[in-house]
């Protein structure tokens, strides 16, 4: 189902792709609107390692909610910050790529847990993520994303 990297060359390993996945701030989320048209929308999200899934909060409820009912199957892709060395106009970056399905998070103590993780990531300090806790646990939807597939690669852009 998957088809093989073309620029393998390029291809990073799976260490690698965790790490970008760990450092990365933001990524983009693309799924299938009702009538097929592609959505991609950019989120904060969080990697844990220990499960290899990734983390979303939102709301409920709106387009992307939407199709996530109809259709819980998403790609998800990331970019490091670019790096250029001295001297030259290319530069640098990994990118990772995952494919999965999307699951909403209802256990209520892996749904706080995990949005205390985002917070954290986030949020300049923990009495800033205590004060947004306690104002959108009961409200805020967090989805787990499972990787079925996910590959990286270093782009070397000149």
Sequence with gaps: M????????QQIGEEDCRRVLEQARIGTLALTLEDGMPYAVPLNFCYDRESGSLFFHGAGEGQKADALRRDPRVCFSVVSDPKQEEGVWWRQFDSVTVF????????PAKKERILRKIGERYYPDPEAVENVLSDTLSRAAVLELVPEHMTGKHVNEK
Excluded: A, L, N, T
Excluded at 100 to 107: K, M, N, S
């Design 2 to 9: 998957y088809r093989q990297m073309r620029r393998f060359r």
């Design 100 to 107: 999965g399905r999307i699951f909403p998070v209802e256990d």
